[in-house]
C-alpha cells in the first residue's frame, strides 16, 4: 500500500513539473496567464501585495523561478524599472514577452503627464476593457510554445474577455452615480490616469508615475491647494505607497479650514492577498470601485450577471 501511494506522489509530482512554468511580473499578469492557461500551466508573480513594482528588485527566488520558467511575462511601459537587465539576460535564452505594452494599440497608451517626456503610462490594468486585449496576446505566446492546445487558450482568452467587459460597464455605471462635482479622484500617485479616462472621473495624484522620486513639497502643496478649492471630500491611500503624503495633504488642508477625511485604501500597483478574491485582477477592481464610490456619494451598480459565478466562487453577493 505504502509503495502505491510513493509511487502515486510521484507520479503526481512528475505531472506537475511537466506543466508549462509561467512566471510573471506583477500579480495582474499572472491572473491574465492563470485565466488563459487553466490547468495547462503552472504561474507565478514576482511580485506579491503591497509590492512597488516601480521599485522592486529581483529576489535568489526569484531568478531561481525565472530560471525554470518555460515563458517570462512582464508589462512593460517602463513600469519594471528596476528589472530590465535581469529580463534582458533571460531574454537571450527563453521567450520574455513585455505583453502588456505589446498587446496594446499605439493610439490606446496614454502619455505620461509628468515630467518625463515622450515617456508612457504603464499602469493599463486599471481600464478593464482595455487591459482584457492582453489576454490575446497571452493566448498567441502559450500556442507559441504549445500548439496543440492552441485553441483551449484562445477560448479561454475569449471568456476573461467577456468578464472584463462586463465588468467595466459595471465600474462605468458605479462611477457615473457619483455627483458630478465629486468626481474627482486624489491619491498618493499617478496611477489612476486609465481609470479616470476610461470612467469618467477627475484624478490628481501628489506624486508622479513613478515612485521612484519623492514626493517634492510643490508636488503636496499643489494637491492641497487642489483640495480646498474643489472641496474634495475624501481622498485615497494605496496599498503600494506609504500614506506620509496623503496624511500631509489632509493636514494642510485642515490648517486651511477644509475638512477632508481618507476613504480607504486602493489596489494601484498590487493586487489583494494572493486566495483572496481582492487578489484577482476583478476583486481589485471590484474593491477600487466600491470604495471610491461610496466614498464620494454614489452608488455602486448591480454586479453584472456575467460575473455571478465569478462572485459565487467566492462567496459574495
Ligand atoms: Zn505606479
Request: hydrophobic share 50%.
Amino acid at each position: 500500500m505504502r509503495a502505491i501511494v510513493v509511487l502515486m506522489a510521484l507520479l503526481l509530482s512528475g505531472a506537475a513539473s511537466s506543466r508549462m512554468q509561467i512566471v510573471t511580473t506583477t500579480a495582474m499578469i499572472a491572473d491574465v496567464a492563470r485565466a488563459v492557461a487553466g490547468e495547462l500551466a503552472q504561474v507565478r508573480s514576482m511580485m506579491g501585495p503591497g509590492t512597488d513594482p516601480h521599485l522592486y528588485q529581483a529576489t535568489p527566488s526569484d531568478i531561481r523561478a525565472l530560471q525554470g520558467a518555460d515563458l517570462i511575462l512582464y508589462n512593460g511601459l517602463l513600469l519594471e524599472g528596476q528589472l530590465g537587465e535581469v529580463l534582458g539576460r533571460f531574454g537571450e535564452l527563453k521567450p520574455v514577452i513585455k505583453v502588456v505594452e505589446a498587446s496594446m494599440p499605439a493610439d490606446r497608451i496614454l502619455a505620461n503627464s509628468g515630467l518625463a517626456e515622450g515617456s508612457a503610462d504603464p499602469h493599463v490594468w486599471m481600464d478593464a476593457s482595455l487591459f482584457s486585449l492582453v489576454a490575446p496576446g497571452v493566448a498567441d505566446a502559450l500556442a507559441g510554445l504549445d500548439a496543440g492546445n492552441a485553441a483551449v487558450y484562445r477560448a479561454n482568452a475569449d471568456a476573461y474577455v467577456a468578464q472584463l467587459e462586463a465588468l467595466h460597464e459595471w465600474i462605468a455605471h458605479s462611477i457615473a452615480s457619483i455627483p458630478e462635482e465629486h468626481r474627482i479622484l486624489v491619491t498618493a500617485h499617478d496611477a489612476f490616469g486609465y481609470y479616470g479616462a476610461a470612467y469618467g472621473i477627475e484624478v490628481a495624484g501628489i506624486q508622479g508615475l513613478s515612485t521612484e522620486t519623492e514626493a517634492a513639497v510643490a508636488d503636496i502643496r499643489e494637491t492641497v491647494d487642489l483640495v480646498v478649492e474643489l472641496s474634495v471630500p475624501t481622498i485615497f491611500v494605496e496599498s503600494t505607497i506609504n500614506p506620509r503624503t496623503i496624511e500631509a495633504v489632509i493636514e494642510a488642508a485642515q490648517s486651511r479650514g477644509h475638512s477632508v477625511s481618507i476613504g480607504g485604501e486602493l489596489y494601484s500597483d498590487a493586487m489583494g492577498a494572493e486566495g483572496g478574491h481582492e487578489g484577482t485582477l476583478i476583486g481589485m477592481l471590484r474593491h477600487n470601485t466600491t470604495a471610491i464610490t461610496e466614498s464620494l456619494g454614489g452608488e455602486v451598480a448591480q454586479w453584472p450577471a456575467a460575473l455571478a459565478d465569478w462572485a459565487r466562487e467566492w462567496n459574495l453577493p
